[in-house]
């Protein structure tokens, strides 16, 4: 496996790659990853589930989409996570990475 490219961000440097995003920050290696989030009631909370995207469009098509399924759904966000990708977006569903 060859070297990813690098690059410099607020979030320190950053190695980009097709699935995942590698952060250091500090020398300490973190991933980070899009949690989608959804209000689908009256009360205002923003909910999310375990499902992780590798871009943050990824995670926007995802939620979305999710919205047109879900008719309770006021309002979609899309937030940086440091939980690891766990999904991709397919352009029509979420399909789990193999591990």
Same mark, same amino acid.
């Given at each position: 496996?060859?070297?990813? /490219?690098?690059?410099? $961000?607020?979030?320190?440097? +950053? &190695?980009?790659? /097709?699935?995942?995003? !590698?952060? !250091?920050?500090?020398?300490?290696?973190?991933? +980070?990853?899009?949690?989608?989030?959804?209000?689908?009631?009256? $009360?205002?909370? #923003?909910?999310?589930?375990?499902?992780?995207?590798?871009?943050?469009?990824?995670?926007?098509?995802?939620?979305?989409?999710? !919205?047109?399924? #879900?008719?309770?759904?006021?309002?979609?966000?899309?937030?940086? !996570?440091?939980? /690891?990708?766990?999904?991709? #977006?397919?352009?029509?569903? &979420?399909?789990?990475?193999?591990?």
């Amino acid at each position: 496996m060859g070297r990813r /490219p690098m690059q410099l $961000s607020r979030y320190g440097l +950053i &190695a980009v790659g /097709p699935d995942v995003l !590698s952060v !250091s920050i500090g020398g300490y290696p973190m991933t +980070i990853s899009y949690k989608p989030e959804v209000i689908a009631d009256s $009360s205002g909370t #923003w909910t999310g589930n375990a499902l992780r995207f590798g871009t943050e469009q990824e995670a926007r098509d995802y939620a979305d989409e999710l !919205s047109c399924r #879900w008719t309770a759904v006021r309002e979609f966000r899309v937030i940086p !996570s440091e939980d /690891p990708v766990n999904y991709r #977006w397919t352009g029509d569903r &979420a399909e789990p990475l193999e591990n």
